[in-house]
């Protein structure tokens, strides 16, 4: 009676995992920096946007802040992983552009088919702003960049499509749904 007690207990105890605080992410430094980037972009750059691209090039993890959903370059046309959301936004994992660290973890929780597809109505009032990282190792991330990140995006050959123009007979005629 003694041992299976003993059994049951240690049963018990085996079976209570440790809750899993990043179930996105290599690395749990990469997790604290993306959520420590979404907070430097609510207290110093834009307090209002509530949407985060996360992309990785090389070496380098960029958040960057927009206000509306696959408007701006490079958002609507680089290829999504997934998505995750904190208390206060959405954040939306990209394709990572020939990374020297794999970030992301395989399989991962990531939400699928949670980007909208479609543009959003766009003003033209927004721009790349964001945060840069220096990936150094897994667990070592430097804060190289803050504020307005123009200048660092350019067309990648990837990515450059080809405008297709529409039939002859559509040209000059409204949208209907």
Known sequence: MKKIVLMLIFML????????????????????KIIEG??????????????????????TLIIMS?????????????????????DCCKIIITKPYNPSFKIIKTPNRLKQNDVSEYLDFYN???????????????????LIRKGDL???????????????????EYLGKPYKK
Do not use: A
């Open 124 to 142: 033209g009032n927004d721009y790349q702003k964001g945060v840069m990282y220096k990936i150094k190792d897994l667990n070592h991330l430097e």
């Open 66 to 86: 927009v206000k509306y959903e696959n408007v701006i370059k490079p958002t609507f046309m680089i290829k999504k992983e997934g998505t995750f959301y904190t």
């Open 13 to 32: 105890l085996y079976s209570c995992k440790k809750e899993v605080k990043n179930p996105y992410f290599v690395s749990d430094e990469i997790y604290n």
């Open 150 to 168: 123009r200048k660092y995006f350019y067309p990648i050959k990837e990515y450059n499509l080809p405008v297709i123009k529409p039939p002859k």
């Open 38 to 59: 979404t907070d430097i972009i609510h207290q110093e750059i834009s307090e209002s946007d509530r949407l985060f691209y996360v992309l990785n090039r090389y070496d």
